[in-house]
C-alpha cells in the first residue's frame, strides 16, 4: 500500500513542483555533458596533452554542483514537508508510523530523481554533442559528429545523483522522525506569520547595507593590502550588502508606504505592495541565500566569458596559425614544411629574419610608453634594440596574411607597430630620419595584427621595414617560420609533432625561468614553436571556461526554482485574492493585470542586489582576467571588451530567469481559470 501511495504522491509531487523536477533533469543534463566530455574519445589526448588541469577542475567543480543540487533537493525536501504537514498528520492518525511516513517519502523522491536521472541522460548525451562542437571550436581543432553514449559519463552521473539524495533525504529523514502529530499538523501555520512592520533600525540595516557594499567595492579595486584579504574583504563586503539588504527590505518597503499613502490607494497598488512585503519579510532568510547565488552566478558566467574573450583575443593577436623561432639565420626552416604537412594541410609557409645594429632608438620610445600605461616590462635581451625587416620579407608575410601589399618608396621605411605606440613613433620618425644605410625617411605607418604581442614575435610592439638592401651591416637578432594551415589530418596531430620533434618544444614549456645570465626566455638552444594553432600559446584559461559556465548556470536555476517553488506554493493564496477580487466586481482583465504585477515584483526585487553587486564584481574580474593576461603589453581597446562580456553575460542570466518567471505566472493563471 505504501508503494503505491508512494507512486501517486510523486505523480502529484510532479504535477505541483514541475519547476523542481525540471531543474534536477537540468542539473543531470549538465553533469552529464560535462561528464562525457572529459571521456569522450576526441577530448581524451587534448585534456590529456594540452589541458591537464581540465579534469581535475571538471571534478571539482562537479562536486561543488553536488553540494549546490543537494542543498536544493534538502531545501525542496523540508519545503514539501511544510506544505504536506496536515496530509502526513492525517496519515499518523490512521495507523502509519513515522519510519513508514519516512519511507514513504524516500521513495516518493527516489521516484523523482530516477525519472530525472532516465529522462536526462538520453537529452545530454545531445548536449554532450553540443559541448564538443563548442569545444574544438574554441580550442580550434576539427570537429566530427559522433553522438554515443558515454558509459564513464553515464556512471559517474549516476554516482553524482546517488550522493545528492542520499544526503538530502537522510537530512530530511531524521527531522521527520523527530515530529510528533501535533507539530505536522501545525507545521504550515507556524510559518511566516509574523507581522510585517517598520523601523528606523531597518532603515538603518538599509543605510548600512550600501556602506558595506561601498567597502567591498573599495578593497577589491584599490586593494589596500595588496594580498589575497583584498579580495576576501571585498566579496565578505558585497556578501554582506545582499544580506543587510533583505534583511531590511520588507521594513523599508513598509516604511515607504506609509509615507506615500495617497499614492497607494489607487490602481490597486495598496494590495500589491502590501502581499509584497509580507512576501518578502516571511521569506527573508531564504531570499539573502537566493541573493548571493544570483551573485555568484553572475560572478562565475563573467569569468568564463572573460577568459574566453582573452584567449580569442590572444590567438588573434598572434596572427599566424604556427610560428617557429630559430636562434640564427632562417637558413633550413623550410625543413618544418614535410614535418608539418604529415598531420596538416599547409596553405602557405616562409621564413625569413629579423636583424639589429644595437641602436635603441625607437625601443626607448617604446619604453616610455609602457611606463606611462604602468605594466611590467620583461625587457628581455631580444627586445632591448631596434629590429628590423626585409621588405620583400614584409610583403610575403602581409600577403599570407591577407594584407594589400604596400606601395613602395625609394629611400624610405615603414613602421609596423602596436595601436597604442602608432602616435609616438610616428611623431619621432617623422622628425628624424632613420640612418641606416645611408638616410631614410618614414614612409607610413601599419598597425594590423602582426604577431607582435607576444616576446618573440615580429618585433616587441614594433618593427622597422627597410629595404633588403638596408641590412647589409646588421647582424640577425633570430629567424622565424610562419605558417598558415588549411585543416588538420587529426585533432592532436599537431602537439604529437611537437612532442616527436628533436630540438623542438613550446616557447612556455622551453622557457621556463628568466635567466639572470643574458636576461633572455631563450634558455636552450632548442627551436621554439607557437601560434594560434598551439594551445599552450595563451591557453591558460581554458581548461576554466566550461566547469566554471557550468556552475554560473547550476546557481542560476538553483535560486530560480527556489525562489518559483516558493510563489507557486502560494496558489491557494492567489485564488482566493481573486475570488475576493471578483466579488468586489472587478473585471477579469484587472485581476490578471494585478497577478501579472505581483509576478514581476517578486521576481525583479529579490534580484535587484544581486543584479547590482554582480555586474560590480563581474566588471572588476573581466578587467582583472585582461590585465593578468596582458601584463606586459598596454592594450588600450582591453577596457571595451568588458562591454562586450559583461551584456552578454547578463543577457544569457535573464533570459533563463525570465523563462522561470514566465513559467511561474502561466501556471498561477491557469490555476485561476
Known amino acids: 500500500m505504501l508503494r503505491h501511495l508512494s507512486f501517486l504522491n510523486a505523480k502529484r509531487q510532479v504535477a505541483d513542483y514541475l519547476i523542481y523536477f525540471v531543474t534536477l533533469l537540468l542539473a543531470i543534463v549538465l553533469l552529464y555533458g560535462f561528464n562525457s566530455l572529459i571521456f569522450s574519445p576526441e577530448m581524451t589526448p587534448i585534456v590529456t596533452m594540452q589541458m591537464a588541469g581540465m579534469k581535475p577542475l571538471t571534478f571539482f567543480v562537479s562536486f561543488l554542483i553536488v553540494v549546490i543540487i543537494g542543498w536544493l533537493v534538502n531545501y525542496m525536501l523540508k519545503f514539501m514537508l511544510t506544505k504536506r504537514g496536515r496530509k502526513l498528520g492525517t496519515y499518523m492518525l490512521v495507523g502509519i508510523s513515522n519510519r513508514q511516513i519516512s519511507q514513504m517519502i524516500l521513495m516518493e523522491n527516489s521516484l523523482l530523481g530516477i525519472g530525472a536521472l532516465v529522462l536526462g541522460i538520453p537529452c545530454g548525451v545531445f548536449f554532450a554533442e553540443i559541448l564538443k562542437a563548442a569545444t574544438m571550436v574554441i580550442l580550434g581543432q576539427n570537429y566530427h559528429f559522433s553522438l554515443c553514449l558515454s558509459r564513464e559519463g553515464t556512471q559517474l552521473t549516476i554516482v553524482y545523483v546517488l550522493l545528492i539524495f542520499v544526503v538530502a533525504l537522510l537530512l530530511n529523514r531524521r527531522q521527520l522522525k523527530k515530529l510528533t502529530l501535533k507539530e505536522l499538523i501545525y507545521l504550515e501555520s507556524t510559518v511566516g506569520k509574523n507581522v510585517v512592520t517598520s523601523s528606523y533600525v531597518q532603515l538603518f540595516l538599509f543605510a548600512a547595507a550600501v556602506v558595506s ?21 571585498g566579496l565578505a563586503g558585497c556578501t554582506l550588502f545582499v544580506f543587510l539588504f533583505f534583511e531590511s527590505l520588507s521594513g523599508v518597503v513598509v516604511f515607504w508606504i506609509e509615507k506615500h499613502q495617497s499614492f497607494l490607494y489607487s490602481k490597486h497598488r495598496l494590495i500589491l505592495y502590501r502581499t509584497f512585503a509580507a512576501k518578502m519579510h516571511s521569506l527573508k532568510r531564504t531570499l539573502q541565500a537566493l541573493g548571493v547565488l544570483f551573485m555568484l552566478g553572475l560572478c562565475s558566467l563573467a569569468m568564463a566569458s572573460g577568459i574566453s574573450k582573452v584567449a580569442e583575443k590572444r590567438q588573434q593577436f598572434v596572427a599566424f596559425d604556427v610560428v617557429v623561432l630559430h636562434q640564427g639565420v632562417a637558413a633550413g626552416m623550410r625543413d618544418y614544411d614535410p614535418i608539418l604537412s604529415e598531420v ?23 619604453q616610455q610608453e609602457i611606463a606611462d600605461y604602468q605594466v611590467v616590462d620583461m625587457e628581455i635581451k631580444e627586445s632591448q634594440y631596434d629590429t628590423y625587416m626585409k621588405l620583400s620579407d614584409y610583403q610575403a608575410l602581409r600577403k599570407m596574411l591577407g594584407l594589400q601589399p604596400i606601395k613602395i618608396m625609394d629611400l624610405g621605411y615603414f613602421i609596423h607597430c602596436l595601436d597604442y605606440l602608432e602616435p609616438a613613433l610616428s611623431a619621432y620618425g617623422k622628425q628624424h630620419p632613420l640612418k641606416l644605410a645611408g638616410q631614410l625617411e618614414l614612409a607610413g605607418v601599419y598597425t594590423e595584427d602582426f604577431n607582435q604581442y607576444t ?147 517578486y521576481f525583479f526585487v529579490p534580484l535587484l542586489p544581486a543584479l547590482f553587486a554582480g555586474n560590480v564584481i563581474s566588471w572588476i574580474l573581466v578587467l582583472e582576467i585582461i590585465r593578468g593576461s596582458f601584463f606586459t603589453t598596454p592594450i588600450p581597446e582591453a577596457r571595451l571588451w568588458s562591454l562586450e562580456v559583461i551584456p552578454l553575460v547578463n543577457l544569457i542570466f535573464l533570459v533563463t530567469y525570465v523563462i522561470y518567471g514566465l513559467i511561474v505566472y502561466r501556471q498561477l493563471r491557469q490555476g485561476l481559470e
Do not use: W
Open 344 to 366: 596538416a594541410k599547409i596553405q602557405e609557409s616562409y621564413a625569413y629574419n629579423l636583424y639589429h645594429n644595437q641602436q635603441t632608438d625607437f625601443s626607448a620610445i617604446r
Open 213 to 233: 557594499f561601498a567597502a567591498g567595492v573599495y578593497c577589491l579595486v584599490q586593494r589596500p593590502f595588496v594580498n589575497a584579504y583584498d579580495i576576501l574583504l
Open 455 to 601: 616576446d618573440y614575435g615580429n618585433g616587441n610592439g614594433f618593427i622597422l621595414i627597410v629595404p633588403d638592401s638596408a641590412v647589409a651591416n646588421t647582424s640577425v637578432l633570430y629567424s622565424l617560420y610562419a605558417a598558415q594551415i588549411k585543416s588538420f589530418a587529426d585533432q592532436t596531430g599537431l602537439s604529437e609533432v611537437i612532442q616527436q620533434t628533436p630540438n623542438l618544444t613550446t616557447l612556455l614549456t622551453g622557457s621556463g625561468m628568466m635567466s639572470t645570465v643574458n636576461n633572455s626566455l631563450l634558455v636552450t638552444k632548442d627551436d621554439y614553436v607557437f601560434g594560434r594553432k598551439i594551445e599552450n600559446e595563451g591557453s591558460d584559461g581554458l581548461p576554466m571556461i566550461l566547469p566554471i559556465t557550468l556552475l554560473g548556470i547550476i546557481f542560476c536555476i538553483t535560486g530560480a526554482t527556489i525562489l518559483a517553488v516558493q510563489l507557486l506554493s502560494d496558489r491557494r493564496m492567489v485564488s482566493q485574492q481573486d475570488i475576493l477580487l471578483d466579488h468586489l466586481g472587478e473585471a477579469q482583465s484587472q485581476r490578471r493585470k494585478i497577478l501579472r504585477n505581483q509576478v514581476l515584483l
